[in-house]
T-cell receptor, first 112, second 114 residues
Framework: TQLLEQSPQFLSIQEGENLTVYCNSSSVFSSLQWYRQEPGEGPVLLVTVVTGGEVKKLKRLTFQFGDARKDSSLHITAAQPGDTGLYLCAGAGKAAGNKLTFGGGTRVLVKP | SAVISQKPSRDICQRGTSLTIQCQVDSQVTMMFWYRQQPGQSLTLIAT?????????ESGFVIDKFPISRPNLTFSTLTVSNLSPEDSSIYLC???????????FGQGTRLTVV
């Protein structure tokens, strides 16, 4: 069974501060995705990383895939209240078909 | 991306009854999945809904408790049967297309069992 551990579980920061969320596993994933979910809504895909060492930027969000494709990080620069939400990483393994393994989630609260 | 309509968005049900959740997609999709999520927590995959055949269930989930239908490539239902308070949760439908693992989700159904 492939497991993804996310840390921290909860982050509360002030507007303008930076934050990093980590997603770690002992398993290799063919790709890894990050989602953000707001209350009352389903998760929304932010990014997919597929290549070891890959770095992707989405405005103030920077996503990194580890060289060994076992871990990933999400860094938010100058966080804004609109970044508040539940952040989920999800990994796809070659043997799992289209099924995703989700991390435990990180609740982020950005206070104005 | 696909637009997914899930209903009901929430319901309060008596224990012992059943709730059927519908998931309608605006285009044909290859894969449809059903997840359970406790508020603020991660997602647990219940099953993969297979078009024209029985769903594939994950460990800990059985067809008698969570019957699933998928009559075509745009629609699926999940029934949560013989409800107990432990079934109170958010249930989410998701879809993916072709070989892609990128998932698109419905807005979820918040079930409360009393």
């Amino acid at each position: 069974t492939q497991l993804l551990e996310q840390s921290p579980q909860f982050l509360s920061i002030q507007e303008g501060e930076n934050l990093t969320v980590y997603c770690n596993s002992s398993s290799v994933f063919s790709s890894l995705q990050w989602y953000r979910q707001e209350p009352g809504e389903g998760p929304v895909l932010l990014v997919t990383v597929v290549t070891g060492g890959e770095v992707k930027k989405l405005k103030r969000l920077t996503f990194q895939f580890g060289d060994a494709r076992k871990d990933s990080s999400l860094h938010i620069t100058a966080a804004q209240p609109g970044d508040t939400g539940l952040y989920l990483c999800a990994g796809a393994g070659k043997a799992a078909g289209n099924k995703l393994t989700f991390g435990g989630g990180t609740r982020v609260l950005v206070k104005p | 991306s696909a637009v997914i309509s899930q209903k009901p968005s929430r319901d309060i049900c008596q224990r012992g009854t059943s709730l059927t959740i519908q998931c309608q997609v605006d285009s044909q999709v290859t894969m449809m999945f059903w997840y359970r999520q406790q508020p603020g927590q991660s997602l647990t995959l219940i099953a993969t809904a297979n078009q024209g055949s029985e769903a594939t269930y994950e460990s800990g989930f059985v067809i008698d408790k969570f019957p699933i239908s998928r009559p075509n490539l745009t629609f699926s239902t999940l029934t949560v049967s013989n409800l107990s308070p432990e079934d109170s949760s958010i249930y989410l439908c998701s879809v993916s297309q072709g070989l892609s693992t990128e998932a698109f989700f419905g807005q979820g159904t918040r079930l409360t069992v009393v």
